[in-house]
């Protein structure tokens, strides 16, 4: 251990030199446990791909929403895309029970691929829930837990709401969300947590600072530590991730390896 800090100690210097001014930590989330608690739920699921985990990443970065929300509601909703009883939804790319109204009935809303559908139900979340009510003709209170959110995304006529708060909040929880059944200790809004954090415990060690200065420097592939790809501050792909390391997002690990990660929703 003391071997790696003197290393890191001297990659830390020499990329100080690289750039004039430090970089600011961005918000990352812990993808890999996302995949691992989703591999444990529906081992067999449509969402077992690093694809959808950051696209929902960005959808909830993009919405300023917690990412996990939508995941939990699609376990609720449709098992995670495996419920054969939703298979009319499923076939639309439709995990989460959205529906599509006119005046002669409701149907599952399509969506275009499953990317597509988690963020646009991360936009109605965030619009019509979180910002405002906007289910109800009086212009109701702002639907900001997982309660209030079940008030409305369940039909009111649906037996089988009673437990959708609580079924909600039971994945959201293995996902890492923060969650109360009244839901007054609900924290839905988008907070980060460590970019450099290539094993996935929610920790960032030097290790994983040494993995990320590898990738860096083409030793080793991208997958190896492809949550600092999460850190990306370039303006061009307006911060999201673009397929490949940088200094810049490097120095992000350092200041988290060294000063610790910012505050985190997890």
Known sequence: ???????????TLFLSQVLTTPAIAAPCFPAPTFLRTLTALAPNGPFLTRGLVLAAYESGRRWALDPRLPLAISGQE???GTDPAAQICLSRYNAWGVMACTRNGCSCRQFRSWEHGIEQVSALLRSCYLNADCNSTRGGPLRNTIPLIGEVYCGQNDPRCAAWARAVRFFYRRFGGTSTPDGSGDR???AGGCCVDCSGDGVPFVNDL???INVLLGNFPLQACWTLDLADTDPATNGFPDGSITVD????????ALLGCPTANY
Not at 1 to 11: F, T
Not at 249 to 256: P, T
Request: proline share 0%; net charge negative.
């Open 1 to 11: 251990m003391l071997e790696l800090r003197k290393i890191a100690a001297s990659c």
């Open 78 to 80: 449709t098992r995670f």
């Open 188 to 190: 839905l809004e988008w």
């Open 210 to 212: 040494l993995i990320g």
């Open 249 to 256: 997002e490097v120095l992000i690990g350092v200041n988290e």
